[in-house]
């Protein structure tokens, strides 16, 4: 016999393989059968924008039942709660579409020493698409938000697998959410959002970790606290300050993680032997903290670093291509090795500081090939 929330699973996955989500073979990492933990191949960060079909995955639970008329409830603090489907929110707000990077906080949780525990992300646990739904700020606006509201409580439709399990739940601090550029979307890449995406609505915080971005969304509610939830007060959490590697580190000296990090990841070469002559260095650098001012990449381990070619426009939490062409003249082993730094000075470490969680790791990015005849 299979119960109610077994049919709904059921159909929920038939969706997502009908929705445009690559097939299991065609991505870089799997991460267990359920729920999908699915990363974009490196060779995709080779661009601006990740296609769809190969824009990595992360679900706690797994999707529910695909329902694009599902409705979202906006209440709590608010003088007229509101309660409204993709369709609502098109025809009552501006439309806006944002391109930015979607990343789990996790993403390189997989070079962390020592190992930490959680889903061992490598780099593809993240992606860059563009975006289009309506402001959050315009739709709170409109709800009549109370000057007394310091939160939002944001939960989507994706359910516990059991009632012991505390469900999906985030706080989003009300600065955060009136930020012109934090969306309630419905569409990505120019397409209705796939259900292993988010669809009908899903949150998009640009610049921030990817637990903010709550898919499957169906309630945010404004109130003075914090969510109180595991998901608020446990996971997701960094240290306040630097900790030993392996130490233990007690409640009151952890915060939400929130802003990622500079970093770049190179996405070719791909290790596959390259004829002697020119080579091209080619991947994509993002801060969550500022635009991107300069990419350094070195062959010569580190001792000396030349400037990349930065493409594309910048922004917070926006990726830029980079490309740097060099002449090997000779056979032989090479490796190179990218840096960012982003337009408030911050730079991509060699090796970041640990952390229990393996949150945020932005080390420099190296790749080895063969050049020869």
Sequence with gaps: MIGRRGVLQAAGALAVLRSGVANADELFLRNGASPQQLATPLEFFDRAITPTRVFFVRSHFGPPALDRTRKTAFDGLVTTPLTLDVEELRKSFPEVTITAVLQCAGNGRAMQKPRVPGVQWQHGAMGQATFTG???????????????????????????????VPGFIRSLPIERAMDPTTLVAYRMNGEDLTLAHGAPLRLIVPGWAGDHWVKWLTSVRAQKEEDAGFFMKTAYRMPTEAVEPGAAVPPEKMKPATTFPVKSIIARPDGQKRPVGPQEVVGIAVSGVAPIASVEVSIDGGKTWAKATVEGEGGIGRAQVFRYRFDQKEPGHVKAMARAKDKKGNEQPESPPWNPSGYFWNGWHAVDWEVGT
């Design 134 to 164: 309506v402001r959050l700020k315009d739709v709170l606006t409109k709800a009549g938000l109370s000057k007394d509201a310091l939160f939002l409580r944001v939960s989507g439709a994706d359910a516990p697998p059991k009632p012991t």
